[in-house]
């Protein structure tokens, strides 16, 4: 089964996606399941994780209710305040949807660099491990460093980072990307996605851009640890779906067969799908 582990809908009208404003003309509109799923059925994506982009509870349940309509949306990575004294109630109320496998605090946009290394976070990580639930790790490469204490204080808590921290490829990736994301892959229970990568590129980026830090993942990861996703619709600011979905098969052509499956979908499955498979 492919999945694409990483997609997003929203709709601007609904008035809490703080960064969505209409000089970003591309995004400033509806993207929504019937938008998507041509581009699915082209490249034979058979089921999606829909991730967050605003940092609300009401997104969450707006997102819950397209899973429930859209059969393709395997799965939810949600959004819940980490830093509420309730933090441990919210979440689980959250889990008690059965499609709902994660959560994102969008720590690229945090004011605090700091933040994600907060002991003060604790309560949030203990109640994700309990409704075994994915922490999605949304990050830029300065924050990579701080996402080891929590690895450290919580090895049970399951992983992904996002679009590999965002390596500054239009710039030349800093040689603290590649040794931060090696030392959270020494980590064995994290993961990594293999997304986001190309609106860090240059614009006329090619395959062969990408290579650097595709191979580095592969390296330190390994395919049994790494996510394909799109990141659509934000993808659409550097390239189409069926060019991205074109260039992943490049990227990964020297893989075996089974390598590629598990990168493609079988790790997804094995990361977000079990609470989907369980009853809650």
């Known amino acids: 089964m492919i999945i694409d582990a990483h997609q997003h809908f929203w709709k601007p009208s609904r008035g809490d996606y703080g960064w969505l ?57 949600g959004w819940t305040d980490f830093e509420s004294k309730e933090v441990g109630s919210s979440i689980a109320a959250l889990a008690e949807h059965k499609l709902l496998v994660g ?13 994600l290394a907060s002991p003060g976070l604790a309560p949030a990580f203990s109640a994700m491990i309990q409704h075994r639930l994915v922490f999605d790790a949304l990050l830029l490469p300065k924050h990579i460093r701080r996402l080891l ?21 239009k710039n030349g990736v800093s040689r603290e990307w590649f040794d931060d994301i090696a030392a959270v892959a020494k980590h064995p229970d994290v993961c990594c996605k293999l997304s986001g990568l190309v609106t860090e590129a240059r614009p006329e980026w090619t395959a062969g851009d990408l290579v650097p830090v595709v191979d580095h993942l592969l390296q330190t990861f390994g395919p049994e640890r790494l996510i394909w996703g799109s990141d659509w619709p934000v993808l659409t600011l550097a390239g189409s779906y069926s060019q991205w979905w074109d260039t992943v098969q490049t990227l990964l052509s020297s893989l075996s067969d089974s390598d590629r499956d598990a990168i493609l979908g079988g790790n997804a499955e094995r990361l977000y799908l079990k609470r989907t498979k369980e009853s809650v």
């Open 21 to 77: 404003t209409p000089e970003l003309e591309t995004l400033y509109r509806d993207f929504l399941p019937s938008d998507l799923k041509p581009l699915l059925d082209q490249c034979g994506v058979e089921k999606t994780i829909l991730v967050q982009a605003a940092p609300t509870e009401e997104e969450t349940h707006f997102m819950l209710g397209l899973a429930e309509e859209n059969e393709f949306i395997a799965g939810v990575v």
């Open 103 to 115: 959560l994102r605090p969008m720590v690229q946009d945090l004011p605090d660099d700091d933040w």
């Open 149 to 169: 204490p929590v690895l450290e204080r919580h090895p049970e808590l399951s992983v992904v980072v996002d679009h590999a921290a965002k390596p500054t490829l």
